[in-house]
């Protein structure tokens, strides 16, 4: 006999529609979130087929700026969709989002390359990105309202905890498809016309998501709502025009979602950054390493969604946002003796010294990718920077040229700014090679070995640090939908969740690149998760409600 619970909304709900909904908003936004990060993941090919037109250093940049974009956007499109959500429904809302993220990344697989179209091919790239990006900003919202408003009282913590699950299952099968791909049809060939199969794959996905979602139900709590004539006629003014629906939205920004965010990227995009730039190791192996990590932790992302239920969601999201602030330099630490302990004992052995006037030595950040970097201090300290190289900084008499010493070994930088680009190119390699023999004669290593990793505990400290982005992602879609009332919800709780994942979060990389250049510490870059996560951790003691009691119908 089907057992029978009681809804939100006081009518009987079978239990085999209770899984029906979880399972089917959560493959369809696993899909929406797998079609977002293949051009992350693929970012240093999209940058060779189409930016091809520009030196290979601002083809990158441009690339991750393409990435970028679709994080950019995500807000505009929560507030565009999550408008629609509440006026007309969230079945419909979150079906033509997964519509328009499908097709858009379909169409990159076929989108011929800049030695093809030229200009139109990378304006037509980004332009696809931008649709992505609008698209995810509705598509979040929309299932994680769906799946709470179907949820019985005492079970929405668990429920929506599937959805949570979804983001880091699309990074995973992003990165088994790739990797199946690239391994099946060898690195020439993937990198040549391969890397268009994992987006061609995405209509296959669409077609399963959408046949499954046109057979949902809209939401009950929705639909009671339209019946008694209650829905909202101006989402956006109703939400903005109030200041306790103003002050919940900042709530929800800097003492929930903030520090979610670079928590989440931190545990999953930044570690992998991590492991490949910083300590050298190949991207099939770290892929691996990232991908066992999320299958193990991911089933604590519905654990804490589970506990939230019990014990509230305030007590979870705090303690994450404490044990990130505590450990994350510590588990770095961990990571670099465990993955590359030649690197870790060089940065202790080996001292570097960069000697430079300070006001020739920029802040390296560069997200449009429309700066240049040509003082003898920022080429010394980017060639340091990506080398994984730890140096202190030391001030040079103003005007002189910056040099870098190894021990008692000086190399002297040179100034680019004004050189012709192929002189300038000619005058970096020769630096580089020169600095690069120097480094490796001291025993700074170029590759990680993996005859000396620690295996086991490369796996322990990166399910750590799944571990801490289960405790805040878990509990976080239950908390922000009870955060809202029902006329106004998709609106308002879309808005802070984007902000903070594709303002915050997206830029993370680019940002902690920037700091470690300027400091010269390779693990200086968490200062910038570690400084929003503890303004999310006041924040939340302080003002965030508990809400794991709030009826969704009030």
């Not at 193990?296 to 014990?311: E, H, N």
């Not at 700014?417 to 025993?443: C, I, M, N, Y």
């Amino acid at each position: 006999m089907t057992a029978i619970i009681e809804t939100t909304i006081g009518k009987p709900y079978a239990r085999s529609s209770e899984r029906k909904v979880i399972l089917a908003s959560s493959l369809g936004t696993v899909f929406e979130w797998y079609d977002f990060y293949l051009y992350g993941s693929l970012a240093a090919i999209i940058s060779a087929q189409f930016f091809s037109g520009v030196n290979e250093t601002a083809g990158f940049v441009f690339a991750l700026l393409a990435f970028a974009a679709g994080f950019a956007i995500r807000p505009f499109g929560a507030l565009f969709f999550g408008r629609y959500g509440d006026m007309i429904g969230r079945k419909y809302t979150f079906l033509a989002t997964i519509v328009l993220m499908g097709l858009s990344t379909f169409l990159v697989g076929i989108l011929p390359s800049y030695e093809s179209w030229g200009i139109a091919a990378p304006a037509l790239l980004i332009a696809l990105r931008i649709v992505q990006g609008l698209a995810l900003g509705g598509e979040y919202g929309g299932a994680a309202i769906y799946v709470a408003e179907h949820a019985p009282e005492g079970r929405r913590g668990f429920h929506t905890a599937w959805i949570q699950t979804t983001a880091t299952l699309g990074f995973l099968l992003s990165l088994i498809v790739i990797l199946v791909v690239r391994t099946g049809l060898g690195e020439e060939a993937f990198a040549s016309w391969g890397w268009r199969v994992p987006f061609l794959f995405s209509i296959c996905l669409l077609a399963i998501s959408v046949w499954i979602r046109l057979s949902l139900n809209e939401s009950p709590l929705f639909l009671k709502m339209k019946a008694e004539g209650k829905t909202s006629k101006a989402p956006l003014t109703e939400t903005f025009a109030s200041a306790s629906n103003v002050k919940l939205i900042l709530i929800a920004l800097f003492g929930i979602v903030a520090g979610q965010a670079v928590i989440w990227y931190t545990g999953q995009f930044y570690a992998l950054f991590f492991l490949t730039q910083t300590l050298k190791v190949d991207s099939v192996t770290a892929s691996l390493f990232i991908g066992f990590a999320l299958v193990a932790g991911t089933p604590l992302i519905l654990f804490f969604g589970w506990l939230s239920d019990r014990i509230g969601r305030k007590p979870i999201l705090v303690a994450g946002f404490l044990l990130s602030v505590v450990f994350y330099f510590p588990l770095f630490s961990q990571l670099t003796i465990a993955v590359n302990p030649k690197l870790a004992a060089a940065i202790q052995s080996s001292p570097v010294v960069v000697v430079a006037d300070p006001e020739t030595c920029s802040f390296q950040f560069n997200p449009v990718g429309t700066s240049a970097f040509t003082s003898s201090c920022d080429i010394i300290k980017s060639f340091l920077a990506k080398a994984s190289v730890n140096y202190s900084n030391k001030e040079a008499a103003p005007g002189d040229t910056a040099h870098v010493l190894v021990g008692d070994r000086r190399i002297d930088g040179f100034e680019a700014r004004g050189l012709d680009p192929a002189t300038a190119k000619a005058r970096s390699q020769v630096f580089g090679k020169q600095l690069g023999e120097l480094l490796a004669s001291v025993g700074y290593p170029t590759k990680a070995d993996p005859h000396e990793m620690s295996f086991g505990r490369i796996m322990l400290v990166l399910i750590c640090l799944v571990t801490l982005v289960a405790m805040v992602y878990g509990p976080l879609a239950a908390t922000l939908v009870e955060l809202f009332p029902t006329r106004i919800r998709y609106t308002a709780m879309s808005l802070p969740y984007h902000l903070g994942n594709g303002w915050l979060g997206g830029f993370l990389p680019t940002t902690a690149f920037a700091i470690v250049a300027a400091t010269g510490n390779i693990y200086y870059g968490l200062w910038y998760p570690v400084v929003i996560a503890t303004l999310s951790l006041v924040v939340a003691i302080f003002f965030l409600p508990e809400t794991a009691k709030n009826r969704l119908s009030d």
